[in-house]
């Protein structure tokens, strides 16, 4: 064996074709490929991101995605409108007993409305709601025409004005989640003092604590004087 006789492993080199060297070596004239056309071209090229013709898709693609609040809260809303007026039609009342009010006490009704009480629930069973999965949040669209005590979780700046207007009271019954804005006052975010009650009940309980220890007697003390 010497290094002339050397060869590589069958199969292991290819050799490289030769185009455009005559017919006889099957990649002759158009060498490959085909006739006419961009890619039979010098330096006619695609590429890869072409489409044809169409929009590509780094164009269809906006660049920018927007900004989606991870903390915004879903309200279940309606507006004060509907509420007074569904409430003028007496659907909303409470009766004062447990059975319906007669026909002499609706005559008997004086002339300035008492505050009809409005809660979720009473809004789900009126239709004026979907659900109560949601908080309920009261915004200002529509005209208030009697005194309403409304209860919900919400209430826009319009529709507190409009209820306060009328002689009603805008109750909010669940504060939301911090970071959303809507309807935080000073009183709520603050952290609540202790009471009088709360004071009292401490005191209490630190005498009875001091009631309840055994009294020393006089031999022990007389000899821890000693």
């Known amino acids: 064996m010497k290094l002339h006789d050397l060869r590589p492993a069958e199969g292991s080199h290819k050799a490289r074709t030769r185009v455009g060297r005559g017919i006889a070596a099957g990649k002759g004239k158009t060498a490959g490929r085909g006739t006419k056309g961009q890619k039979s071209r010098t330096g006619g090229t695609i590429q890869p991101w072409f489409e044809g013709g169409q929009t590509p898709i780094h164009i269809r693609v906006p660049k920018l995605h927007g900004f ?60 004026l709601v979907r659900t109560l999965d949601k908080p309920l949040k009261v915004l200002g669209q529509g005209d208030v025409t009697r005194p309403l005590f409304i ?61 309840t220890l055994p009294p020393t007697s006089s031999a022990e003390e007389a000899g821890s004087e000693a």
């Open 151 to 211: 209860v919900a979780d919400a209430f826009s700046k319009s529709a507190t004005t409009k209820i306060e207007a009328a002689g009603g009271t805008a109750h909010v019954l669940q504060f939301p989640t911090a970071g959303d804005g809507h309807g935080e006052s000073d009183e709520e975010a603050a952290p609540a003092a202790p009471t009088a009650a709360a004071k009292a009940k401490k005191a209490r309980k630190a005498t009875t604590s001091a009631e």
């Open 68 to 127: 989606k609040n991870r903390f915004r809260i879903e309200y279940e809303i309606v507006n004060v409108g509907r509420i007074s007026a569904l409430a003028e039609t007496g659907i909303l009342d409470l009766p004062e007993t447990a059975g319906a009010p007669s026909a002499s006490a609706k005559a008997a009704r004086p002339a300035k409305p008492a505050p009809v009480t409005i809660t979720p629930d009473i809004l789900a069973a009126a239709g």
